[in-house]
């Protein structure tokens, strides 16, 4: 039998939307994050974060910050005796200056 997943969105959601995390400064948890995937786990459920980071696109953000921002999330987490299941990212955007992120 398939374990049963929630995916959560990362900004306004696990984290407070504070614009593009171009920095690692600007990853906070939101105080009942921890809780809600507490709770998630308990009842049985896989918990994934998935996130549209079109700043990578855009060329605001780099790659190594958005996967640093994962592993912090992840940390902050394991801190409290929690985890994240896994961490998805999309960069991409239709009109992006950056042509690899197209």
């Known amino acids: 039998m398939a374990t049963p997943a929630a995916f959560l969105d990362r900004d ?9 995390v171009d920095r690692l400064e600007r990853v906070r948890l939101y105080p009942w994050s921890v809780e ?23 060329g605001m953000v780099k790659v ?8 912090l999330i992840q940390q ?17 955007l239709e009109e992006a200056p950056v042509a690899t992120y197209r």
């Open 12 to 20: 306004g959601t696990l984290i407070e939307d504070v614009g593009y």
């Open 36 to 58: 809600a995937v507490r709770l998630l786990h308990r009842v049985g459920y896989a918990v994934v974060v998935v996130t549209n980071q079109a700043g990578v696109a855009r």
């Open 64 to 71: 190594e910050v958005e996967l640093a921002a994962s592993d």
């Open 76 to 92: 902050r987490m394991a801190e409290v005796g929690e985890r994240m299941d896994g961490h998805n990212y999309c960069p991409h």
